[in-house]
């Protein structure tokens, strides 16, 4: 690897990495890098999974250091991050096997859809909702589904994982915060798929990790900071950006097989 890339890497993964802390999608610039540095789409996925590990440490050791994670969130985290790594398992396997672009449209769709709670909710993610936080069973399994989405793309999962964790009553920065942890399993989970697979270019995920691991901790001190409401503006502009990349893939597939 050049160091005109080496520096690139690292370069967009602290960029990512800050951003990626708040409201996860750290790979919408990750993956677009490698692309860029001829990797292929498959290839950049899965260079950006153990990377992405080096992101949710670093935000998660951040938040729990700031006081935002008590120990009974990271308890919950844990036992999120097992059933979202179900998933991830399941997604990276799945990757390299089926067409993504339905369900590419779809997760367009979902996340679109939560732009409603975003736009017009002023108080959504303010507080908390203990009686939705109850219904552990149904978040597992709304968590494992979850995963394998981030198995299967990695670039929106944090930014829906933190959306999913709102609405079963957590605050923005609760979410954030607990989507870190539940992204530390997730991504161990699909780099092993991947490393057996031999799709991992360790240099470039060396050179993402460490730009990644510094953005993460920069931004999860941030978001610590200014707190729930920073966090929904940031929150906004990646779904808005998540979903064009989502619908601009779709439409470039199709338009290549007309």
Known sequence: MHIVMFLTLVAGGFFGGYYGAAVGSAGLISVPLLILFGFSPYMAVATTRPA?????????????????????????????????????????????????QVLRLLFALVISSM???????????????HERAKNMAMLSL???????????????????????L???????????????????????????VFVSKGSIDYPAALALGIGFGFGGWMGAGASSKKGNAYIKKLLVIVVVVSVLKL?????????SLG
């Open 52 to 100: 992405a590990f080096a992101l949710e440490t670093a935000s998660a050791v951040r938040y729990w250091r700031d006081g935002k994670l008590s120990p009974e969130h990271i308890r919950k985290g844990i036992i999120l991050g097992l059933f979202g790594s179900i998933g991830a398992v399941a997604g990276a396997v799945i990757i390299g096997a089926v067409s993504d």
């Open 166 to 192: 709102v609405w079963f009553g957590c605050t923005l920065l609760q979410g954030a915060a607990l989507s870190r942890i539940i992204g530390m399993f997730t991504s161990v989970a699909a780099t092993a």
């Open 247 to 255: 619908l601009w893939d779709f439409v470039q597939v199709h338009s």
């Open 115 to 129: 732009l409603l709670f975003l736009i017009t909710k002023k108080d959504w993610g303010t507080r908390e909702r």
């Open 142 to 164: 709304v968590t494992m589904l979850t995963g394998i989405y981030g198995g299967f793309f990695g670039f929106t999962f944090g930014t829906l994982m933190t959306i999913v």
